[in-house]
C-alpha cells in the first residue's frame, strides 16, 4: 500500500481522508485548483477551520491593540477561510493582504503568521515551489517591514528577529513541496494498484471462463440433444432440468465475469437523447419510402458502434457532417435515377465506427450502363451534383470514396474521419475493449 | 433430402466439433457439415479455397493462437462470399462488436442447439442474426476499403501481429504456432517493415488501429 506524508497520514488515521465519499482527497497535489468543492477535501477544511480557529480566539480573547487591528484581522481570517474554496487565488490574495497589513499596522498575535505559512506552504503544494517562492516575497518584505517598523509587536518580540522567520516561512515551503511530490507518486502508485487489480480481475474473469463457461454450453447442448433422442418422460425431464440448470448457472457466470472485468452497462442507456444513429435512420427511411413509391425496394442499414451522441468534432466538424449527409443523399438520389425497380433493387449499410464513418452501397448494374468501364464516366452520372464533386470535398476532409464494379454489381464506397488529423483523438495503442 | 447448405466449424474445443456436427446435422435436414476444425488459420484456408468453401462457417470467438475475430476479418476482407455465424460461450453481447465490425453476419451463444441452425439457416439464406451486423457482400467492400494492410500481410505474418498484438512472447507465440523463436521474429520484422513502423510497438499499435 501506499505511503501516505505528513498531514495526509494522520488525516488517514482519523479517517478523514480518502472515502468513499471522497475519493479525490489526495489530488490537489500540482494540479493548480482555482476552485474547488471543500466538501470533497475534508483533510484541507479540517487543516484551515483549525488554524482559522486559533486566529478567531487570538483576535477576540486576547488583547490586541485597537479596533482596526481587530477589523485587519477579521478581514484576514475572511480571506484565509476562502481557500477552501479558492486555493490558488485567496492564497495569493491573502499573501498581498498580509504584506500590506504588515507595513501599515502592527499585528499583535501569531495567528496571522500561522495562517500565513500554512497558506504559503498549501500554494507551494499545490501548484509549484516557483509560484510559492514569487508569494513569499511580498510575504518576507511585510515581516521585514513590520520588524522595523513595529518593533514590540509579540510574536517578532518572541520569535527574536524577521531572520528567524524567514527560515521557518522557507522552511514551510520545503514542506509543501515535498509533500507535493509525495502525494503525486502516492496518486501514481494508487492508479498503478488500481490497474493492476483491474489487470487481475480480467485476468480472473478470462480462467472462469476458459473453465467454466465452455463446458457448461457443451453440458447444456448435450442435454438437449438427450432430451431430443430420449423417449421415457421421466428421463426427458431429467435432463431438461439439467438444461435448465447449466443454463441458469451460464448466465449467472456471464454475470460474475462481467462484474470482474469491469465492462459498462448497456452503451445506448433507455432514454437517451437521440444520437446519430436515430438522426441517419430517420434520414434512411424518408429515402426508402421514396424509394418504395417509385417501385425501388431494398435494404438499408444504420450500424453505430460509436455510441456517442455527436461523433464528428473539431473545428469542421459541421462541415464533415453536412458532407456526410449531402454523400447520403446523393447517395439515393443516383439509386433513385439509375436502379431498376423491383427487390432487391440497392443494399446499403453506414456503419458508425469509433474514429469514421462508412458508407457502402451496392446495386445491380441495369444492362444499358454495363458497356461502360470508364471511372470517369461513373463519377459525372447525371443527377444529383455529381459524384466526382463528392469524392474532392471528401478527400479535402481526409477521407475516401471509392466507385466501381465487382461481379455486375455497383459499389461504392466513402470513409469520413470524425475529425482532421490536428484535432483526432488520441487512442491508447493496446487498449483492448 | 439434398443438404445443400454446407457448414464449416472452427473451434478450439475438442468436446464441441464433434457434438455441434451432430447436433446440427440431426435439427436440420438441409444441412451438412462438411468439415471441422480447432484451427483458424486451417478454416481460413478452407474458406478461400472453392472447393472445400462452406455456405456458412460457424467460428468459435475466444480461440487461442488465431483468434475468431481474426478468421472472420481475414475471410471477410478476401471474399464476400462465405456467410460467418460467429458463436461463444461468453455472453453474446462481449463480441457482438468486434464480431461485426470484422464482417460476421451474427452472433449466437454456444448452448443451444436449435438456435445456432436457425441462424445458420438465415445466414445461408443471405439475412443476417442479431442487430448490428450486414451481409456479406457489403461487409467485405468496407474491409476491403479500410487498410491496405490487410491486403498486404501473409497468413502467417497476420498470425505472430495478432498474437503480438495480445501480449504474447516470442516463445509463447513459437509454441503456439510450432515454429522457431527465429522464425517469429522474422514474421515480425517483415511486417514490421510492410506497415511502415520503426519498432515492434508501433507496429503492433497501427495493427491494432487498423483492426479497428
Known amino acids: 500500500m501506499a505511503q501516505l506524508a505528513g498531514l495526509n497520514r494522520l488525516a488517514h488515521i482519523l479517517r478523514i481522508d480518502e472515502t468513499p465519499e471522497f475519493p479525490d482527497n489526495h489530488h490537489l497535489a500540482g494540479t493548480k485548483p482555482i476552485v474547488i468543492n471543500p466538501l470533497r477535501h475534508p ?15 487570538e483576535t477576540l480573547v486576547m488583547p490586541s491593540g485597537d479596533t482596526s487591528n481587530m477589523i485587519v484581522a477579521l478581514i484576514f481570517l475572511a480571506l484565509y477561510l476562502s481557500i477552501c474554496v479558492f486555493p490558488v487565488p485567496s492564497s495569493v490574495i491573502v499573501a498581498l493582504y498580509f504584506s500590506v497589513a504588515c507595513c501599515l499596522t502592527p499585528l499583535h498575535g501569531s495567528g496571522e503568521l500561522l495562517c500565513m505559512a500554512y497558506t504559503l506552504g498549501t500554494l507551494v503544494y499545490d501548484t509549484s515551489m516557483r509560484l510559492g517562492l514569487v508569494a513569499a516575497v511580498p510575504v518576507l518584505v511585510g515581516i521585514y517591514v513590520q520588524a522595523w517598523r513595529f518593533p514590540d509587536t509579540s510574536w517578532n518580540l518572541a520569535l527574536n528577529s524577521a531572520p528567524v522567520l524567514t527560515f521557518l516561512l522557507l522552511l514551510i515551503l520545503n514542506f509543501g513541496q515535498v509533500n507535493r511530490n509525495r502525494s503525486k ?32 454450453a457443451n453440458i447444456a447442448r448435450v442435454s438437449q440433444r438427450q432430451m431430443r433422442q430420449c423417449g421415457d418422460p421421466e428421463q426427458h425431464e431429467a435432463w431438461r432440468q439439467i438444461n435448465e440448470q447449466s443454463v441458469r448457472v451460464l448466465d449467472g457466470v456471464h454475470a460474475v465475469i462481467r462484474q470482474l472485468s469491469a465492462e459498462t452497462a448497456e452503451k445506448h442507456p433507455d432514454g437517451a437523447h437521440e444520437g446519430p444513429q436515430e438522426r441517419l435512420n430517420e434520414r434512411v427511411r424518408v429515402w426508402e419510402r421514396r424509394l418504395s413509391e417509385s417501385g425501388i425496394y431494398g435494404d438499408v442499414r444504420v450500424i453505430d458502434h460509436n455510441g456517442a451522441p455527436t461523433p464528428f468534432s473539431g473545428k469542421d466538424a459541421s462541415v464533415r457532417q453536412s458532407c456526410m449527409l449531402a454523400m447520403i443523399d446523393e447517395t439515393f438520389t443516383n439509386i433513385m435515377r439509375h436502379s431498376v425497380r423491383g427487390e432487391n433493387a440497392y443494399n446499403m449499410v453506414i456503419t458508425l465506427g469509433e474514429r469514421h464513418l462508412e458508407l457502402v452501397e451496392m446495386n445491380p448494374i441495369p444492362d444499358e450502363r454495363k458497356t461502360s468501364d ?42 469520413m474521419p470524425y475529425a482532421g488529423p490536428d484535432n483526432a483523438e488520441g487512442r491508447t495503442p493496446f487498449r483492448r475493449r | 433430402m439434398n443438404r445443400e447448405i454446407t457448414v464449416g466449424i472452427v473451434d478450439n474445443d475438442r468436446f464441441v466439433l464433434p457434438s455441434l456436427k451432430a447436433s446440427i446435422e440431426e435439427l436440420s435436414d438441409d444441412m451438412q457439415v462438411i468439415w471441422t476444425t480447432s ?8 474458406c478461400l479455397t472453392a472447393a472445400t468453401r462452406p455456405k456458412v462457417l ?36 462481449r463480441y457482438a462488436e468486434k464480431a461485426s465490425l470484422a464482417g460476421a453476419q451474427g452472433i449466437v451463444g454456444k448452448s443451444d442447439d436449435q438456435q445456432i441452425v436457425t441462424a445458420i439457416r438465415t445466414i445461408a439464406s443471405g439475412g443476417t442474426w442479431g442487430d448490428g451486423f450486414e451481409i456479406a457482400l457489403t461487409a467485405h467492400v468496407r474491409l476491403k476499403n479500410q487498410t491496405s494492410a490487410n491486403a498486404v500481410l501473409t497468413d502467417r505474418e497476420f498470425e505472430v501481429m495478432d498474437s503480438f498484438a495480445a501480449g504474447m512472447s516470442i516463445q509463447a507465440i513459437a509454441e503456439t504456432l510450432n515454429i522457431t523463436p527465429e522464425t517469429v521474429k522474422k514474421h515480425g520484422q517483415r511486417a514490421m517493415h510492410k506497415l511502415g513502423a520503426n ?14
Do not use: F
Request: hydrophobic share 45%.
Open chain 1, 43 to 57: 483533510t484541507r477544511l479540517w487543516q484551515v477551520g483549525a488554524l482559522a480557529m486559533v486566529q478567531l480566539i
Open chain 2, 199 to 212: 519498432s515492434r510497438w508501433q507496429a503492433v499499435a497501427m495493427w491494432l488501429n487498423s483492426q479497428a
Open chain 2, 58 to 93: 460457424l467460428a468459435d470467438m475466444s480461440m487461442e493462437g488465431v483468434s475468431g475475430i481474426s478468421v472472420c476479418r481475414r475471410i471477410r476482407t478476401r471474399i464476400g462470399k462465405v456467410g460467418i455465424l460467429a458463436m461463444t460461450a461468453y455472453s453474446i453481447d
Open chain 1, 185 to 216: 507518486l502516492m496518486e501514481l502508485r494508487l492508479r498503478d494498484e488500481r490497474a493492476q487489480d483491474l489487470m487481475h480481475r480480467v485476468k480472473v474473469a478470462r480462467m472462469i471462463h476458459d473453465s467454466v463457461t465452455g463446458d457448461l
Open chain 1, 374 to 415: 470508364d471511372i470517369d464516366d461513373i463519377l459525372d452520372l447525371p443527377g444529383g451534383n455529381g459524384l466526382r464533386l463528392h469524392r474532392e470535398e471528401i478527400e479535402s476532409l481526409g477521407g475516401v470514396m471509392s466507385v466501381g464494379e465487382e461481379d455486375g454489381t455497383w459499389v461504392l464506397y466513402m470513409r
Open chain 2, 39 to 46: 484451427d483458424g488459420g486451417q478454416a481460413v484456408s478452407n
